[in-house]
């Protein structure tokens, strides 16, 4: 009967040493985009347990700098649009130059 409830207690062990392994290299995994978003907002806080300030403002810099990221994409799909436009114009009046030169 001990060695049944010694095996079983050597179980449940292992089970919560696997479980603790298993959150400490997620905490470790979040720790380190932590530091990766940090790094990417310019924020030189360190978080600490029961003052999640630093979340929020991490986040308001975040939703900035991705609302920035977004205009400069439209910016410059609306620069390749008018590239495009201006491409085609061009090879309008090339080939309406190359008409009036066989006129002449």
Do not use: C
């Not at 060695?3 to 380190?32: C, I, M, P």
């Amino acid at each position: 009967r001990n060695y049944v409830t010694a095996r079983h207690r050597r179980g449940e062990l292992e089970t919560a040493e696997t479980r603790f392994g298993f959150l400490a290299n997620q905490v470790k995994g979040w720790d380190s985009e932590f530091e990766r978003l940090k790094s990417f907002t310019g924020m030189d806080a360190k978080f600490e347990p029961g003052h999640p300030e630093i979340v929020d403002e991490i986040t308001n810099r975040f939703n900035e700098k991705e609302r920035a990221n977004t205009s400069l994409l439209r910016y410059l799909h609306d620069q390749q649009a008018e590239l495009t436009t201006f491409q085609d114009e061009q090879r309008k009046l090339h080939q309406q130059r190359h008409k009036l030169n066989e006129l002449l």
